[in-house]
């Protein structure tokens, strides 16, 4: 075992040409020939190689690690935890040669770096030529653009910019480039042009590549010296997809050159847009119209981001901001998905949320004691919803009635109120008949209530239906030449008795 302190040292062998290898990195791997060192590769499968067998410098490789264990992260640790034992038990020098430049997509020697100073050894890092250098030197753009490098194996939309070159690496093979393009197409049209990069910069190997990227996985020869470079878009409609251009644009059109009717624009203004886009919303999913939804879904949208920028415009906050509370929320009120707790079904989830909703409100110094059990319903929500909000609430303490009959014969009691508030128009006045009618409505969304009905939804199909059915009797008079004004009401219900067979029909 060696007495003195253990060190391993890494290489990077660059990206195959020997003409590109540094001079200190050769001189460290001649130790090895002269029996000064211990040389290890962690694969074989580099143009490097050739120099070294050409040489006679004697090294081992980890190539049977790959075909030891499942994944990438279980080779990469055990590589790590037998340098770790070898420069313990090693009386020479370890040395460790990576492809290109160690401190680029190698993780084994962030593996080093973080297990090494607790271990006891000294690690040194020697860098070789990266496969960055080729890129930018084959593919021919300036870095200082924009330039973003990633993973192919863990890239996701959310790390896409196409205003940014982005180099992606780890194209080991097709299936990783089918995968590429897939989340590639997230960002960028499908035609959108990317280039295909083999051992760049190794003569006789070389490829690039360029193809639209529907073909991206179409491409052969993909292996440990393959990357996809996909060009900073000088387009616009390639912006569009990204939330970065959207809060550009509102800031634009609230800018003093953007829109003037934007720039006039208020909360209070804007209250009456935000409920009727959200209602827009429910129309299209009462539709089920996918694409009329996703363009509502956008109006409703926009309003978020106007409230949110005529904040960020006095300071107070801007939409990332209303973004990171969002996020922040849905983590902390999941423990049942971000946490240890547990929730079988919708119920315990929703048990979650309250207990989570509670304990945010003592947090802030609330006393849940003295609140009103009614808190928390906003004051502008339609007023059936209101309604329904209401008699949950209500609900949970027990002031409830026990059975569906009980409620049913509430509704008759009301109804017979109203019946004697209209009979006498000399004794009660208009806002007690206002009351009366409240009260009807009031007991109706009870019933809804234990039916497990949504009023509002309720009330929008039998909207939906009436439209239908006198639509039908519009349409009919229409066909024999007749307005309103020429037909009876006796005609127009026959219409009606008709429209309702006709839907029926239609159901069947």
């Given at each position: 075992?060696?007495?003195?302190?253990?060190?391993?040292?890494?290489?990077?062998?660059?990206?195959?040409?020997?003409?590109?290898?540094?001079?200190?990195?050769?001189?460290?791997?001649?130790?090895?020939?002269?029996?000064?060192?211990?040389?290890?590769?962690?694969?074989?499968?580099?143009?490097?190689?050739?120099?070294?067998?050409?040489?006679?410098?004697?090294?081992?490789?980890?190539?049977?690690?790959?075909?030891?264990?499942?994944?990438?992260?279980?080779?990469?640790?055990?590589?790590?935890?037998?340098?770790?034992?070898?420069?313990?038990?090693?009386?020479?020098?370890?040395?460790?040669?990576?492809?290109?430049?160690?401190?680029?997509?190698?993780?084994?020697?962030?593996?080093?770096?973080?297990?090494?100073?607790?271990?006891?050894?000294?690690?040194?890092?020697?860098?070789?030529?990266?496969?960055?250098?080729?890129?930018?030197?084959?593919?021919?753009?300036?870095?200082?653009?924009?330039?973003?490098?990633?993973?192919?194996?863990?890239?996701?939309?959310?790390?896409?910019?196409?205003?940014?070159?982005?180099?992606?690496?780890?194209?080991?093979?097709?299936?990783?480039?089918?995968?590429?393009?897939?989340?590639?197409?997230?960002?960028?049209?499908?035609?959108?042009?990317?280039?295909?990069?083999?051992?760049?910069?190794?003569?006789?190997?070389?490829?690039?590549?360029?193809?639209?990227?529907?073909?991206?996985?179409?491409?052969?020869?993909?292996?440990?010296?393959?990357?996809?470079?996909?060009?900073?878009?000088?387009?616009?409609?390639?912006?569009?997809?990204?939330?970065?251009?959207?809060?550009?644009?509102?800031?634009?059109?609230?800018?003093?050159?953007?829109?003037?009717?934007?720039?006039?624009?208020?909360?209070?203004?804007?209250?009456?847009?935000?409920?009727?886009?959200?209602?827009?919303?429910?129309?299209?999913?009462?539709?089920?119209?996918?694409?009329?939804?996703?363009?509502?879904?956008g109006d409703l949208l926009l309003q978020v981001m106007l409230h949110a920028q005529m904040e960020e415009e006095?300071?107070?906050?801007?939409?990332?901001?209303?973004?990171?509370?969002?996020?922040?929320?849905?983590?902390?009120?999941?423990?049942?998905?971000?946490?240890?707790?547990?929730?079988?079904?919708?119920?315990?989830?929703?048990?979650?949320?309250?207990?989570?909703?509670?304990?945010?409100?003592?947090?802030?110094?609330?006393?849940?004691?003295?609140?009103?059990?009614?808190?928390?319903?906003?004051?502008?929500?339609?007023?059936?919803?209101?309604?329904?909000?209401?008699?949950?609430k209500a609900a949970t303490v027990g002031f409830d009635w026990s059975e569906l009959e009980d409620v049913l014969?509430?509704?008759?009691?009301?109804?017979?109120?109203?019946?004697?508030?209209?009979?006498?128009?000399?004794?009660?006045?208009?806002?007690?008949?206002?009351?009366?009618?409240?009260?009807?409505?009031?007991?109706?969304?009870?019933?809804?209530?234990?039916?497990?009905?949504?009023?509002?939804?309720?009330?929008?199909?039998?909207?939906?239906?009436?439209?239908?059915?006198?639509?039908?009797?519009?349409?009919?008079?229409?066909?024999?030449?007749?307005?309103?004004?020429?037909?009876?009401?006796?005609?127009?219900?026959?219409?009606?008795?008709?429209?309702?067979?006709v839907a029926k029909l239609g159901q069947s």
């Amino acid at each position: 075992m060696s007495t003195n302190n253990p060190q391993i040292t890494v290489l990077g062998l660059g990206t195959g040409d020997e003409d590109q290898l540094t001079l200190g990195v050769w001189k460290k791997l001649q130790l090895a020939a002269k029996e000064q060192a211990v040389l290890y590769l962690r694969t074989k499968d580099h143009p490097m190689v050739q120099m070294l067998d050409t040489n006679q410098i004697p090294y081992q490789t980890f190539d049977e690690n790959y075909l030891a264990h499942q994944t990438f992260e279980q080779v990469y640790e055990s590589i790590a935890e037998a340098l770790i034992q070898s420069a313990k038990t090693q009386s020479s020098e370890v040395i460790y040669a990576v492809p290109g430049h160690p401190m680029v997509a190698e993780y084994t020697v962030q593996l080093l770096k973080q297990h090494c100073p607790s271990e006891g050894i000294s690690l040194q890092i020697i860098g070789g030529e990266s496969f960055l250098d080729q890129a930018f030197l084959r593919f021919g753009f300036d870095p200082i653009d924009g330039f973003q490098l990633l993973d192919a194996t863990s890239l996701s939309r959310y790390t896409l910019n196409p205003q940014l070159h982005t180099v992606i690496g780890q194209v080991y093979d097709s299936l990783t480039a089918s995968d590429l393009k897939i989340s590639l197409m997230d960002a960028y049209s499908d035609d959108y042009r990317v280039v295909v990069g083999h051992s760049l910069g190794v003569a006789g190997e070389e490829q690039i590549i360029e193809v639209p990227l529907h073909e991206l996985d179409h491409v052969k020869g993909y292996g440990n010296l393959s990357l996809v470079w996909v060009p900073k878009s000088e387009k616009d409609e390639d912006y569009y997809r990204t939330f970065g251009r959207l809060h550009e644009i509102v800031q634009i059109l609230r800018s003093p050159e953007g829109c003037p009717w934007d720039r006039e624009q208020t909360h209070a203004s804007l209250c009456k847009n935000l409920i009727e886009e959200a209602y827009e919303v429910l129309e299209t999913i009462d539709e089920d119209d996918p694409e009329h939804m996703c363009e509502e879904l956008g109006d409703l949208l926009l309003q978020v981001m106007l409230h949110a920028q005529m904040e960020e415009e006095i300071g107070a906050f801007t939409v990332y901001d209303v973004i990171a509370t969002l996020n922040e929320k849905l983590i902390r009120r999941h423990p049942h998905v971000f946490g240890e707790s547990k929730a079988e079904d919708a119920d315990e989830a929703l048990v979650n949320w309250n207990a989570m909703k509670a304990e945010e409100k003592r947090k802030k110094g609330i006393d849940v004691t003295k609140q009103s059990v009614l808190d928390g319903v906003p004051r502008e929500l339609p007023g059936l919803m209101k309604a329904l909000k209401l008699q949950k609430k209500a609900a949970t303490v027990g002031f409830d009635w026990s059975e569906l009959e009980d409620v049913l014969n509430k509704v008759e009691e009301e109804l017979t109120e109203l019946r004697e508030a209209i009979a006498n128009p000399t004794e009660v006045g208009a806002q007690d008949r206002l009351e009366e009618l409240g009260d009807v409505l009031f007991s109706i969304v009870n019933v809804a209530r234990f039916l497990k009905v949504d009023p509002e939804e309720a009330i929008a199909q039998t909207n939906r239906k009436f439209i239908q059915r006198f639509s039908y009797i519009e349409d009919q008079l229409r066909l024999r030449g007749l307005s309103f004004e020429q037909t009876e009401l006796s005609e127009m219900e026959n219409l009606w008795q008709e429209a309702k067979k006709v839907a029926k029909l239609g159901q069947s």
